[in-house]
């Protein structure tokens, strides 16, 4: 079946170190990603997307790579501040705006 | 910056009962949404809704579930009979157009017992 999901669990950085998440799609045929950022007691907030024509896209110290080989979606965070600390979710856009989430990944920002 | 406002952010009630949890979506969005996240697990979708009425609902919304927009401000969602595992955070969502990049409320915290 579709899934979309995370590799770990919770990742403990260093402030000022760079973060990886990491996060695995089993339908090749998705076209569309989202990185979204869940702070404590608060809804998703949007980071980042990728388009499928796409392998990399860049913001404001954050980089989402797109491998569509293996099917891998990765979201880099340059410089980790405090306020990272949050849990960062996957998304594949499933047409008509429906949403599929993965589990989530903990980062855990060490200061 | 514009939001998702959502009322109120904890709700709770004894099974059995309805509920009705409220958003007021971004002003010129058009899309709206209802997602729901049970405690420590992945969010899930559970509707949308576009020009007064549902395009698209998950297998979770069924008919205990209905969604409303009773004005030109406000998106409802409303369980009519609550049961046990409804408990979640319940959040809305609008968005301007197609394409996923919609924004999201702080939820409603939902506790049945």
């Known amino acids: 079946g579709e899934s979309v999901g995370l590799h770990l669990p919770t990742l403990s950085v260093q402030e000022g170190d760079n973060s990886i998440i990491n996060c695995a799609y089993s339908?090749?045929?998705?076209?569309?990603f989202i990185w979204y950022k869940q702070e404590s007691g608060k809804g998703p907030q949007f980071i980042i997307d990728?388009?499928?024509?796409?392998d990399k896209r860049q913001g404001q110290r954050v980089t989402v790579l797109l491998n569509k080989t293996v099917k891998h979606l990765s979201l880099q965070i340059a410089a980790t501040q405090p306020g990272d600390s949050a849990v960062y979710f996957c998304?594949?856009?499933?047409?008509?705006?429906?949403?599929?989430f993965g589990k989530g990944n903990q980062v855990v920002v060490i200061p | 910056e514009p939001e998702v406002t959502q009322t109120p952010s904890h709700q709770v009630t004894q099974m059995g009962q309805e509920v009705i949890l409220r958003c007021v979506p971004i002003?010129?969005?058009?899309?709206f949404y209802w997602y729901r996240q049970i405690l420590g697990q992945k969010v899930e979708f559970l509707v949308s809704?576009?020009?007064?009425?549902?395009?698209?609902k998950s297998e979770i919304f069924d008919d205990q579930f209905s969604v409303e927009r009773p004005d030109g401000s406000n998106f409802t969602l409303k369980i009519r009979s609550t049961k046990l595992e409804d408990s979640a955070m319940y959040f809305c969502?609008?968005?301007?157009?197609?394409?996923?990049?919609?924004?999201f409320g702080s939820g409603t915290r939902l506790t049945v017992v």
């Open positions: 969502a609008s968005g301007p157009g197609t394409g996923g990049v919609y924004t």
């Open positions: 339908n090749s045929a998705s076209d569309y």
């Open positions: 990728i388009r499928s024509n796409m």
């Open positions: 998304a594949e856009n499933k047409g008509n705006n429906r949403l599929a």
């Open positions: 002003s010129n969005h058009l899309y």
């Open positions: 809704f576009y020009n007064n009425e549902i395009s698209e």
